[in-house]
């Protein structure tokens, strides 16, 4: 397995040779079916059990969805390997972070040798080797959140980051915009806590503050639109902030497609439409949400299930002792709820592999911890009591 994670983020930078993904599928479905030792399932397993049927039952009533099908199940998989497999967190973050090596270096060439940068729309915008800007500025981000939140941090770590913030900024992707400064919000506290020994708590002053953080860039991007208008995607509120441009068409196709699924009979709400009919009619793109892509894929049943699933994660990651793991698990789950505005994240391998392999390993530390704290010894016996 850690051969699978020192390659993804090289073969996400690649990925349309397709041949790539399929040979890490296939290492990790040798794991997967070759696991070390049988986990005591968790009631959040059988949450992920249940959406990994829903959304077969969603591909069986369209086949022409095997792509997104493939792809939506792997996450789960993955999952299910950090929950089967018992692996050394540090040994995991090591060979991710060398992963991400290459990817950055590879960036940094494409960025000095002018590569990188493609006109989208009217603006000279950089992806890296990536297909989409959105994938350079998703890779920037997960680098950026493993190199921040590290207790052995290398030589010149700084730089790294430094790097992945620029490489963020000029991929004009504003949802990471967002996902940028509540990453620096989350490692502002990281070092308080180094400092003061002080743990940070989910709170609502907490949820207040993230709140602010994300209104506070939504201001910034409002008010620099007049000087970097011609260099930035920002936002140009001359007509409102949701509109068309801003979005990028995204509000056209949420509308039409939400539409289509909202025209459907009642049984079709409950249970959803398909993985792959979620195209807007007068645009042709697909719901480029997360959340609007569960509601018409799995239905409303899906979608209370699918939010059971995320309110089940975060307060696993909430109870997480290991303050690295925490802060790591934390970061990237985030990048994962609020890109899901923006783009079908559950879509995305290189989006769900790296952190529901995380959190599957954090579900199976605390149920190892559980086990630990129940276990009581007897004084007269060699036997311990659970």
């Known amino acids: 397995m850690g051969l699978t994670f020192l390659l993804k983020p090289l073969v996400d930078m690649i990925y349309q040779l397709q041949i790539l993904d399929i040979i890490l599928m296939l290492i990790c479905l040798y794991g997967f079916f070759s696991p070390r030792y049988q986990p005591v399932y968790e009631k959040i397993d059988y949450l992920v059990m249940l959406l990994m049927l829903l959304f077969f039952c969603s591909f069986l009533r369209n086949i022409n969805g095997l792509s997104q099908f493939l792809k939506i199940e792997s ?13 050394d967190y540090e040994q995991v973050m090591q060979c991710i972070r060398i992963g991400f090596l290459p990817v950055l270096l590879f960036t940094l060439f494409s960025f000095i040798t002018g ?23 998703l890779a920037m981000s997960q680098c950026f959140i493993v190199y921040s939140f590290c207790r052995n941090t290398i030589k010149y770590h700084w730089i790294i980051l430094l790097l992945c913030l620029y490489f963020i900024l000029i991929a004009n992707a504003r949802i990471y915009y967002v996902i940028s400064a509540f990453t620096l919000f989350l490692l502002v506290c990281y070092w308080h806590e180094i400092r003061t020994g002080k743990t940070l708590r989910i709170s609502s002053k907490f949820a207040v503050y993230s709140f602010l953080i994300g209104l506070i860039v939504l201001v910034a991007m409002v008010s620099l639109n007049d000087i970097w208008g011609d260099e930035y995607l920002l936002l140009d509120d001359s007509d409102g902030l949701y509109t068309g441009a801003n979005t990028q068409g995204r509000t056209i196709a949420w509308a039409e497609i939400y539409q289509i699924f909202n025209n459907s009979n009642l049984i079709t709400r409950f ?10 009619p007068s645009i042709d793109i697909n719901s480029h949400n997360n959340y609007l892509k569960v509601l018409f894929s799995i239905g409303y049943i899906g979608s209370i299930i699918y939010i059971a699933f995320i309110v089940t994660i975060f307060r696993f990651i909430c109870k997480t002792k290991d303050r690295e793991m925490f802060y790591v ?10 890109g899901g505005l923006s783009y079908i ?6 989006g769900t592999w790296i952190v529901m392999f995380i959190i599957g390993i954090i579900v199976s530390t605390m149920k190892k911890r559980e086990l630990a704290t129940n276990e009581i010894v007897l004084p007269d016996s060699n036997k311990s009591l659970v």
């Open 329 to 338: 698990s934390l970061s990237l789950f985030a990048t994962y709820i609020i």
């Open 115 to 137: 590569l990188g940068f493609i006109e989208w729309g009217s603006i000279n915008t950089f992806r890296g080797f990536y297909y989409f800007k959105t994938d350079l500025a």
């Open 271 to 280: 249970i959803g439409i398909d993985l792959c009919s979620d195209i807007s």
């Open 75 to 87: 996450s789960f998989m993955l999952y299910f390997l950090g929950r089967f497999y018992q692996i």
């Open 345 to 350: 994240t559950i879509e995305s391998t290189q």
